[in-house]
């Protein structure tokens, strides 16, 4: 934060920050006069940033001084959200992805989604989930700005998105310029498995935990890894990425593609492979889905039981050897392939985590269940709104 920065500037900043403040809190954090700070106060009010409660003189940020949008990019779905100033969904949509489409007609598909969200007044069925609340006045029009979590690491140094392995072609991909060419707002681009971190972090079961992992376990696998408070990246932006993780050292030199050694085990398309080699007749004819695996172990068949076990405890030897690693407070499970069996999943990890860990932590499901990696995106979206509303202040 600069050092030059206006009063308005430093109290916007302190309101946003903190989503709702008072009078005290304000005056203290700034070491304003009160009577100054109500002016900076009565100045953000006029322009529409804040709200300030006749009753109670609590200040919280407008949640209708714009809207901001977050994206989930998955190797078979896009998921949209369009998100008040606050972070309240105001509405959403899902639309399949055909991977091997490429990254032309993806990145159109996308701009045409962002476009139809922000424009269309929200179908009552599908756009107001628990939780969130229509607009009280029209909310069409460009948004403040964009996120979108890709299931590729991002090149810290280029920011392009530098290989989603689950996606044909995207590779080394400039998806950010080309949605800032067509929306000209800010847009911010993250690994889908930190996206979700920062969700968990801000709405869900991580919000008061420092350091945590998240991990995703749908189509593919990955993880968000936060230490001390910030995401941690890397030096190539390939923190987290698990799909390489090798478990057996003697396979050190055997080549597993694209996929890796420990997404072609423990993935939805590593069990759903095991699933089609050992079940036969009762496999899905879509390579991605898992979810007869499930199905078939709900029923009593031994052999999916079997391959569920195997992939299970597969992950929790990972999740213990993060753990060494890292030593954080919480690991954080999400993604598609924990709805098919979430108990078994938590029991049979924690189970082997604490086998070989005494002190290992706390195991949870995401409280945010699929939506994690969505208000990863929105917050990452309002984090560049608030900074550019922010810099407009004091110019």
């Not at 400039?174 to 969700?199: H, K, Q």
């Amino acid at each position: 934060m600069p050092d030059s920065e206006t009063t308005e500037q430093l109290a916007f900043r302190a309101i946003a920050r903190h989503g709702e403040s008072s009078r005290a809190g304000l005056r203290r954090a700034l070491g304003l006069e009160s009577s100054t700070l109500d002016r900076k106060l009565r100045t953000l009010e006029r322009k529409g940033l804040v709200r300030i409660d006749a009753k109670s003189g609590t200040i919280s940020v407008n949640p209708e001084f714009g809207r901001v949008v977050g994206i989930d990019m998955g190797a078979s779905n896009l998921r949209f959200a369009l998100a008040g100033f606050c972070g309240d969904i105001l509405a959403h949509t899902t639309q399949k992805v055909r991977p091997e489409d490429g990254p032309v007609r993806m990145i159109a598909q996308i701009k045409e989604g962002i476009r139809r969200l922000a424009e269309a007044p929200p179908a009552v069925n599908e756009s107001h989930p628990a939780g969130s609340r229509p607009p009280r006045r029209g909310y069409r029009g460009r948004p403040l700005a964009l996120a979108i979590g890709v299931p590729s690491p991002v090149d810290p140094r280029t920011g392009l998105v530098a290989f989603a392995n689950n996606l044909r072609g995207w590779k080394n991909v400039d998806l950010r310029r080309a949605l800032e060419r067509e929306f000209r707002v800010p847009v911010s681009l993250e690994n889908d498995a930190n996206m979700a971190a920062i969700g968990e972090h801000w709405r869900g079961v991580a919000r008061d935990a420092d350091s945590f992992v998240f991990l995703a376990l749908g189509t593919g696998i990955g993880s968000g890894i936060f230490t001390n408070g910030t995401l941690h990246r890397g030096r190539t932006g390939n923190a987290g990425e698990l799909f390489r993780l090798n478990l057996e050292w003697p396979r050190w030199d055997e080549d597993f593609g694209d996929l890796g050694y420990f997404e072609s085990q423990v993935s939805g398309l590593g069990i759903a492979a095991a699933g089609r080699k050992m079940l036969g007749p009762l496999a899905s004819s879509d390579e991605r889905d898992a979810r007869f695996v499930f199905e078939a172990a709900r029923q009593g068949n031994t052999t999916a039981q079997a391959v569920l076990d195997k992939a299970f405890t597969m992950m929790g030897v990972a999740v213990a050897d993060l753990v060494a690693i890292l030593d954080p407070d919480l690991i954080v499970f999400g993604g598609g392939v924990t709805t098919g069996a979430p108990e078994l999943l938590l029991d049979t990890v924690t189970r082997v985590v604490r086998r070989i860990h005494p002190q290992a932590p706390p195991i949870k499901l995401s409280a945010l269940k699929g939506k994690a990696q969505t208000y990863g995106a929105i917050f990452s979206a309002l984090s560049l709104a608030y900074e550019a509303v922010a810099r407009r202040l004091g110019s």
